[in-house]
């Protein structure tokens, strides 16, 4: 069973590193032909629903790749004054850290879903496509990162040992 959930987890992360990547390749072929467009091919053609497609690509990208950062550790933390403190007390502060996280993300979705459902009507101004489609990135954000954070929770309560590596400390002088 551990080793399907593993083998789940791992094609999970995969597909949203294809699809991340998928976005941002996408972000920069469009970007650059709404580039060379504007300045070689001027009057001739107009990409002009270039820029909202990089921008929905944009915020879908960011809300997609945050539980992978999540899932290896890569937030920005500054833990300074917590590694100063007793064991027992950076326990304490780092249950009280991820229910302020979870109480976050569950308000971030929540409210993301509000966003879909007062937007559904509302069409973008080049694409002339629902903005539904857009703020569903948050709300699809928001679950996934929930997810990365219960999985975490779920782990330290059965006292398992982190399957994926954290990511380096950066310190700053």
């Avoid at 060379?36 to 629903?49: H, K």
């Avoid at 909202?52 to 500054?78: C, D, T």
């Amino acid at each position: 069973m551990r080793k399907g959930l593993t083998l789940l987890g791992r094609i999970y992360s995969k597909g949203l590193e294809i699809l991340v990547g998928g976005l941002l390749a996408g972000m920069i072929v469009v970007g650059f032909a709404a580039v060379i467009a504007r300045y070689f091919l001027g009057s001739w053609v107009s990409l002009y629903w270039a820029e909202e497609v990089v921008r929905y690509a944009f915020i879908w990208s960011v809300f997609l790749v945050s539980p992978l950062v999540i899932r290896r550790g890569a937030h920005l933390e500054l833990d300074i004054c917590v590694q100063r403190l007793s064991p027992r007390i950076r326990r304490v502060v780092g249950c009280l850290n991820t229910a302020v996280i979870l109480a976050f993300l569950l308000i971030l979705t929540v409210q993301g879903i509000v966003m879909v459902r007062v937007n559904v009507d509302q069409l973008s101004s080049a694409l002339e496509i629902s903005m539904a489609w857009i703020y569903l990135a948050v709300p699809v954000g928001g679950v996934l990162m929930l997810g990365e954070y219960l999985g975490m929770v779920v782990s330290g309560w059965r006292g398992e040992t982190e399957t994926t590596p954290r990511a380096a400390p950066v310190a700053v002088e």
